[in-house]
């Protein structure tokens, strides 16, 4: 270690600071590894998010987010509407008949959002190598739109999927089920 090696020209003063942020980085690791088993924990007891586990792009940290902070899904008069919540929608700005949609709103709650979109990039990042559906739908839609906008696709059909999920108590049906 850097600290106990003297052919390096530290003062004592440098050496008990570094030896003090070291200190707080691994009490940081070990607090991180803490949660982490909270996590996983609630994600082995929770039936919720076990099913939820089992949409691609979605995992424990997403799914035990999700149930916590949705808690009944019913109060969402449907999947579009906790996809608006979370920030997954299209923006309009329409007028006379004229539907005008514009980027994400990326209104809602931020934290979750950013969840279902790493999620989704991470399954479309594999899309190609998979051979369901939904991995052959994502592709068509990234080569249509592009990455990025196919990303946001993925999040809105799983938080769509999700709310149905959450709201039925249903088991993840795959798109050609």
Known sequence: M?????RHELSDRGR???????????????WIAAVDREIQNVFRSSAACQRLA????????????LVAAVGDATEFRNGRHLAAWLGLVPRQHSSGGQQRLLGISKRGDCYLRSLFIHGARALLKVAGRRSDPIAGW???VAARRGFNVAT???????????WAMLARGEPFRSMEQ
């Open 2 to 6: 850097i600290l106990n090696d003297v």
């Open 16 to 30: 008990r600071l570094i030896a003090e942020l070291y200190n707080e980085w691994m009490a940081l690791e070990q």
């Open 54 to 65: 089992k949409i691609g792009g979605i995992g424990p940290l997403t799914s035990t987010a």
């Open 138 to 140: 994502a592709t068509n």
């Open 152 to 162: 946001v696709a993925i999040a809105n059909k799983n938080a769509r999927i999700a």
